[in-house]
């Protein structure tokens, strides 16, 4: 009798710590995303989430730490071999133009993020501007990074995505895309873009020049209301240089067009157009406007705006410094800066 009391009392004991332990689960910050699809969700995708040194070329202001402890969970990636070294880097088209350093060394700090945030789910999307990598070329990075454990892979062919809980239980919690080159048979983590998302147009000048139609892949699937997408929400500026045209990237204007009129209007355009809201809001500058509340609202939960976000902590002056006119002006007066800016007229995106 006495015992069983004993073993009724060790039993509820545990049977409540167990549960107060699942009501602290949360999964990407909230415990309601935990049964949720993968592809269910909208994620604030940076573009360019390495290109954040003092520049006008840059297209953040804070690096990719910081961008992950403020909510972004998703980032884009450039894969370019430099002239000097076998392994893959992050530049900007050519690496003698922008070189954020081996892959490997970022993908090194994101996997230790990963480990030290056991319950995120996080997504890599590459693109290979100078089509010269190959899945192969990607082994490697992730290997000496230690990130490779936690990939997931997902067979060509399947949009059933597993829940943000399935992912995070079987440990495998960072999809990986890439634009061109994947060859699932050989590196099955390395997902080919365009077989499981598409979108919208990239090359935008003004507010007015946001659509909601398929870019990419060049061939609209026949499968479009089972595929994910990314909206591509950013602006470049254009500056005349010779016959060409320099693309510089708008972080004066990004607080409007991260903002409710612009961002969140484009959303709902796109969800009247492909039937879903966007699973990727691919912004420039994520730190001005409205972008992570404007994903949490997409995503019918409430994000705390009340803290100071880690992007404007470690850069104070980011929300009011680096105005299309003041890169302009640089662009006139150094020559260093010049070479980076043709390049970026170069760069597919
Ligand atoms: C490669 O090395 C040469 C010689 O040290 C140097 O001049 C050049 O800038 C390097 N290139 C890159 C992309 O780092
Ligand atoms: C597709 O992926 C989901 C989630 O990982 C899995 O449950 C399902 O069995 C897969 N379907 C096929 C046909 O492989
Ligand atoms: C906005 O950009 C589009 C091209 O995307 C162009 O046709 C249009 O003239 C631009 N509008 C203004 C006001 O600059
Ligand atoms: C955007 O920033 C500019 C200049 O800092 C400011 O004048 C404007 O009111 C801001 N707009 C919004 C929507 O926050
Ligand atoms: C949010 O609510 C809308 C409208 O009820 C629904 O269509 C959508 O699936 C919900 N999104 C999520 C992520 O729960
Ligand atoms: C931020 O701006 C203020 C006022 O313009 C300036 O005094 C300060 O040095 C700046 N801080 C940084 C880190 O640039």
């Not at 002056?317 to 640089?330: E, F």
Request: charged share 15%.
């Amino acid at each position: 009798m006495f015992k069983r009391v004993l073993t009724a009392t060790v039993a509820s004991l545990f049977a409540f710590n167990v549960v107060s332990a699942q009501d602290q689960q949360a999964c990407n910050g909230y415990s309601e995303f935990c049964s949720k699809s993968y592809s269910d969700l909208t994620y604030v995708l940076t573009h360019n989430s390495y290109a954040y040194s003092a520049s006008p070329a840059a297209n953040q202001q804070c690096d990719i730490k910081a961008q992950m402890t403020d909510g972004v969970r998703a980032l884009r990636l450039s894969a370019v071999k430099s002239e000097n070294d076998t392994d893959l880097h992050l530049c900007h088209t050519s690496c003698s133009i922008l070189d954020a350093g081996k892959a490997q060394d970022t993908l090194s700090n994101i996997a230790g993020w990963l480990k030290e945030n056991p319950n995120e789910v996080l997504t890599i999307m590459w693109n290979v501007p100078n089509n010269d990598m190959y899945a192969k070329d990607f082994q490697a990075s992730y290997e000496a990074s230690g990130i490779l454990e936690y990939a997931h892979v997902q067979s060509p062919q399947n949009l059933t995505w597993p829940t943000l809980q399935e992912m995070i239980s079987s440990g495998k919690r960072l999809v990986n895309f890439v634009d061109i080159n994947a060859d699932q048979n050989t590196v099955p983590w390395l997902h080919s873009e365009f077989d499981y998302v598409f979108e919208t147009p990239y090359d935008n000048q003004n507010e007015t020049s946001f659509q909601c139609t398929i870019d990419r892949p060049e061939t609209p699937p026949a499968n479009v209301d089972q595929m994910m997408y990314g909206m591509n929400h950013f602006l470049y500026g254009q500056l005349p240089w010779g016959g060409n045209t320099i693309q510089i990237p708008q972080s004066g204007s990004a607080n409007v067009t991260n903002g409710e009129g612009s961002l969140l209007k484009q959303a709902n355009d796109c969800n009247q157009a492909f039937g879903s809201r966007p699973n990727f809001l691919i912004v420039d500058f994520y730190n001005r406007g409205n972008t992570l509340e404007i994903a949490a609202q997409l995503n019918n939960v409430t994000f705390d705006s009340s803290k100071q976000l880690e992007c404007d902590k470690v850069n104070p002056n980011s929300s009011g410094d680096n105005t299309n006119s003041a890169a302009t002006s640089l662009f006139i007066t150094t020559p260093a800066l010049s070479l980076m800016l043709v390049g970026l007229a170069m760069t597919f995106m």
